[in-house]
T-cell receptor, first 114, second 113 residues
């Protein structure tokens, strides 16, 4: 039972490098999300996709881009990584954009930018 | 300015006793509140929720209380078990919209055997 799968789990980047975090869900969910979690702060929404083919900015979108490749996959790209983007990133999905009680999270991706 | 605040970063309780985790919010438009539980190296998982039309919701050992006038909610775990040791996040949304979930900073609960 895969649920929401994120790769990579750990990554160290140098400032200015680019990378893509991959996320896939096998639950046929319409909505997908990318969050970041920082010490002393809750999860903050970076971008979300209400359905295949649509993406919208969340609370902290600067420095990121996303692609909803198909219904299953939602990737997060850092074009030019900065130390401020050191964080734990969580992908999530749910059947619709409503009901936080049906949102499923991946296990997280630990990103360090040096 | 954090709209959802969990002022206690950590809490320790003895096994079998009650754990009470607190959460305060400032946005009066929030009408749906949730608690998530997170173990190390895992993503958060949904635990329990409450709509603003209720003041209490119970699910087994877990009860959430909502005091709208005080803009305060709490999660009670009775009895606490060592397996409950985790980080607990409070979250709130407007109209139940998952894309508008606002999370608190979390409370690390440790249940001592």
């Amino acid at each position: 039972n895969a649920g929401v799968t994120q790769t990579p789990k750990f990554q160290v980047l140098k400032t200015g490098q680019s990378m893509t975090l991959q996320c896939a869900q096998d639950m046929n969910h319409n909505s997908m999300y990318w969050y970041r979690q920082d010490p002393g702060m809750g999860l903050r929404l970076i971008y979300y996709s209400a359905s295949e083919g649509t993406t919208d900015k969340g609370e902290v979108p600067n420095g990121y881009n996303v692609s909803r490749l198909n219904k299953r996959e939602f990737s997060l790209r850092l074009e030019s990584a900065a130390p401020s983007q050191t964080s734990v990133y969580f992908c999530a999905s749910n059947p619709t954009g409503f009901s936080g009680n049906t949102i499923y999270f991946g296990e997280g991706s630990w990103l360090t930018v040096v | 300015d954090q709209q959802v605040k969990q002022n206690s970063p950590s809490l320790s309780v003895q096994e079998g006793r009650i754990s009470i985790l607190n959460c305060d919010y400032t946005n009066s438009m929030f009408d749906y509140f949730l608690w998530y539980k997170k173990y190390p190296a895992e993503g958060p998982t949904f635990l329990i929720s409450i709509s603003s039309i209720k003041d209490k919701n119970e699910d087994g050992r877990f009860t959430v209380f909502l005091n709208k006038s005080a803009k305060h909610l709490s999660l009670h775990i009775v009895p606490s078990q060592p397996g409950d040791s985790a980080v607990y996040f409070c979250a709130a949304s407007e109209s139940g919209s998952a894309r508008q979930l606002t999370f608190g900073s979390g409370t690390q609960l440790t249940v001592l055997p």
